[in-house]
């Protein structure tokens, strides 16, 4: 089987379909795999660096008003497609799944031009105008919210790396607090805000670092390569406050924790479900209000808090946070039931899917 992912941009369209990607590789060692991208993109480390072909294609970005781009964007658009066409004949493509992002486009229209099966995967509650557009050209649309307005939308959830998925945060909780320099008894408050940090978390959870010691709370907080946030140090033997700049053992840092403050992202919340650790969410203040709809199903099923970005500070994190954390009973109802929300196998799931569409594609053309 020849499959061609398009999910290029952000890691949010990047990680899932390299989550597919190796469970098609899993059940099939032979299964062929081109990733499609732009040399903009995360794609141009994330996919090499996890052993998968990168194919790029010029970049398209849609403007989504009505400015003086627009007019340079049919020709873009159409050098993108003919490009993606070729990487389809190429590989002889047996189906084209999009996740979503600037390749997504150019990538379903090359793959209705080649007539190639298209699925489309879409993680956020509101689809994208890629999404949009690829589900009008298939019957097979995988979503990871109930609600999802895209037609012939099927619920599979948003595939992840094995080692999230398969993680033990208990059997691993002692090992992963040693392996970051923690204490393995006291409780422990994981702070993330993506690849880059999140300076508004930054800033009252490092204001709100003595009341975490007074309270026998230890931090370990991932501040982003280029932050100048730095609590003072903390008196040998005490609660720690650990600052690293980037982690790339994020299941370590989800064992190492009992509970989490981030924002609200699509994969932050399907892993942190699926991994049943409770979380402080946080969504970004702009864009269209995505991520408050990601968190709030877990929040509302127990899993966790919801707080805007403008209510955040030290303050707030002293009166509402802390108490959490200093009540295990609670914080084990947390976890459970943020972990009802999750779901480990999405990969798979997806996975099936794309075997059942290429199998029904090549009966109808051996039927013809």
């Given at each position: 089987m020849?499959?061609?992912?398009?999910g290029?941009?952000?890691a949010?369209?990047?990680?899932p379909?390299l989550?597919?990607?190796d469970?098609l590789?899993?059940?099939?060692?032979n299964?062929?795999?081109?990733?499609?991208?732009t040399?903009?993109?995360?794609?141009t480390r994330?996919?090499?660096?996890r052993?998968?072909?990168?194919?790029?294609?010029?970049?398209?970005?849609?403007?989504?008003?009505?400015?003086?781009q627009?007019?340079s964007v049919?020709?873009?658009?159409?050098?993108?497609?003919?490009a993606?066409?070729g990487v389809l004949?190429q590989?002889q493509?047996?189906?084209?799944v999009?996740?979503g992002?600037y390749?997504?486009?150019?990538?379903?229209?090359?793959?209705?031009?080649?007539?190639?099966?298209?699925?489309?995967?879409?993680?956020n509650?509101?689809?994208g105008?890629?999404?949009?557009?690829?589900?009008r050209?298939?019957?097979?649309?995988a979503?990871?919210h109930?609600?999802s307005?895209?037609p012939?939308a099927?619920?599979v959830?948003?595939?992840?790396?094995?080692?999230?998925a398969?993680?033990?945060?208990?059997?691993?909780?002692?090992?992963?607090?040693s392996?970051?320099g923690?204490l393995?008894?006291?409780?422990?408050?994981?702070i993330?805000?993506g690849?880059?940090?999140?300076?508004?978390l930054?800033?009252?959870?490092?204001?709100a670092?003595?009341a975490?010691?007074?309270?026998?709370?230890q931090?370990l907080h991932i501040?982003g390569?280029k932050?100048t946030?730095?609590?003072?140090?903390?008196?040998?033997?005490g609660?720690?406050?650990?600052?690293?700049?980037?982690?790339?053992?994020m299941d370590?840092?989800?064992?190492?924790?009992?509970?989490?403050?981030c924002?609200?992202?699509?994969?932050?919340c399907?892993e942190?479900s699926?991994?049943?650790l409770p979380?402080?969410y946080?969504?970004?203040?702009?864009g269209n209000g995505?991520?408050?709809l990601?968190?709030?199903?877990i929040?509302?099923?127990?899993?966790?808090?919801?707080?805007?970005?403008?209510?955040?500070s030290?303050?707030?994190?002293?009166?509402?946070?802390i108490?959490?954390l200093?009540?295990?009973?609670?914080?084990?109802?947390m976890s459970?039931?943020?972990?009802r929300?999750?779901?480990?196998?999405?990969?798979?799931?997806?996975?099936r899917m794309?075997y059942?569409?290429v199998?029904?594609?090549?009966?109808?053309?051996?039927?013809?």
């Amino acid at each position: 089987m020849r499959v061609v992912l398009a999910g290029g941009g952000t890691a949010g369209h990047i990680e899932p379909a390299l989550a597919l990607a190796d469970a098609l590789r899993r059940h099939d060692p032979n299964t062929g795999i081109v990733c499609l991208g732009t040399e903009r993109g995360l794609e141009t480390r994330l996919v090499p660096q996890r052993g998968y072909e990168l194919a790029l294609i010029p970049p398209v970005p849609l403007p989504r008003t009505l400015t003086p781009q627009l007019l340079s964007v049919p020709g873009r658009l159409r050098g993108a497609i003919n490009a993606a066409a070729g990487v389809l004949d190429q590989m002889q493509a047996d189906v084209l799944v999009g996740f979503g992002g600037y390749v997504a486009t150019p990538g379903y229209l090359a793959a209705r031009k080649r007539k190639v099966p298209i699925i489309v995967h879409e993680a956020n509650p509101k689809p994208g105008l890629a999404n949009k557009l690829g589900a009008r050209f298939t019957d097979h649309v995988a979503v990871s919210h109930h609600d999802s307005p895209l037609p012939n939308a099927r619920f599979v959830g948003i595939p992840l790396r094995r080692d999230i998925a398969n993680l033990d945060r208990m059997a691993m909780g002692d090992k992963a607090r040693s392996y970051f320099g923690l204490l393995p008894e006291l409780p422990t408050l994981l702070i993330f805000g993506g690849s880059q940090g999140a300076r508004s978390l930054n800033r009252n959870a490092v204001a709100a670092a003595p009341a975490f010691r007074a309270a026998g709370i230890q931090v370990l907080h991932i501040v982003g390569p280029k932050n100048t946030e730095v609590p003072d140090p903390a008196p040998a033997g005490g609660p720690q406050y650990v600052t690293i700049p980037y982690c790339d053992r994020m299941d370590l840092a989800y064992a190492a924790a009992d509970m989490a403050m981030c924002r609200a992202g699509a994969m932050t919340c399907a892993e942190l479900s699926a991994v049943a650790l409770p979380a402080v969410y946080v969504p970004l203040p702009i864009g269209n209000g995505e991520q408050r709809l990601n968190a709030e199903p877990i929040v509302q099923n127990g899993g966790g808090l919801l707080v805007d970005d403008a209510e955040l500070s030290p303050e707030w994190i002293a009166g509402h946070l802390i108490p959490i954390l200093r009540d295990p009973a609670r914080v084990a109802n947390m976890s459970e039931a943020a972990g009802r929300m999750g779901r480990r196998d999405a990969d798979v799931a997806l996975a099936r899917m794309v075997y059942d569409v290429v199998r029904a594609a090549h009966q109808q053309g051996q039927g013809r």
